[in-house]
Antibody
Framework: EVQLVESGGVLVQPGGSLRLSCAGS????????MHWVRQAPGKGLEWLSF????????THADSVKGRFTISRDNAKNTLYLQMNSLRAEDTAVYYC?????????WGQGTLVTVSS | DIVMTQSPDSLAVSLGERATINCKSS????????????LAWYQQKPGQPPKLLIY???TRESGVPDRFSGSGSGTDFTLTISSLQAEDVAVYYC?????????FGQGTKLEIK
């Protein structure tokens, strides 16, 4: 069974840093492109970042470019999102998702709250 | 960046009736290699992650009921639920996966009338 499990979401102060993790299982993790998508409370989905299967190619949304960095460790079947210079508007549930065509599997999400 | 615009923002339909949600992209999302549109539809119920319903604009994901169908091409796309069931109450999103950033529409909230 394909599973994606996010972790690392906590309450953090503005300006702080956080690293989210997404552990994949039940599929050959190294073969798949992966994404991070977030959803602010009561709002829609916002695509954030993508990484190709071997980690050689990444792209970030303008809203997080220069502050967030996606990476992966295929030996550990884990996707990461390093989040720096956090702002109140980064408060959201963060999802990791696998993609083939469209995002066919999603994790349950991890909540990041940025507040003093 | 490709802007995805859905209409309407919310929709109320009677049980058993047809529901139609539209999605317009600001530029073509046609993938030249296979001549298919790089457009996906998702369903999101409260407290759950999104669920992939449709990809390549009209291909139903495995396990998705056949009352869900996708159509359209170029820049105009439609998700149709042929006979609304109570369990279809959700927010529906379109997404283009043609080019990064892989933008979503703003969502359409579907309710029972």
């Amino acid at each position: 069974e394909v599973q994606l499990v996010e972790s690392g979401g906590v309450l953090v102060q503005p300006g702080g840093s956080l690293r989210l993790s997404c552990a994949g299982s039940g599929f050959p993790f190294r073969n798949y492109w992966m994404h991070w998508v977030r959803q602010a409370p009561g709002k829609g989905l916002e695509w954030l970042s993508f990484i190709n299967n071997d980690g050689s190619r990444t792209t970030h949304a303008d809203s997080v470019k220069g502050r967030f960095t996606i990476s992966r460790d295929n030996a550990k079947n884990t996707l990461y999102l390093q989040m720096n210079s956090l702002r109140a508007e980064d408060t959201a549930v963060y999802y990791c998702a696998r993609s083939v065509v469209g995002n066919d599997y999603w994790g349950q999400g991890t909540l990041v709250t940025v507040s003093s | 960046d490709i802007v995805m615009t859905q209409s309407p923002d919310s929709l109320a339909v009677s049980l058993g009736e047809r529901a139609t949600i539209n999605c317009k992209s600001s530029q073509s999302v046609l993938y030249s290699s296979n001549k298919k549109d790089s457009l996906a539809w998702y369903q999101q119920k409260p407290g759950q992650p999104p669920k992939l319903l449709i990809y390549w604009a009209s291909t139903r994901e495995s396990g998705v009921p056949d009352r869900f169908s996708g159509s359209g091409s170029g820049t105009d796309f439609t998700l149709t639920i042929s006979s609304l069931q109570a369990e279809d109450v959700a927010v529906y999103y379109c997404q283009q996966y043609f080019s990064a950033p892989y933008t979503f529409g703003q969502g359409t909230k579907l309710e029972i009338k």
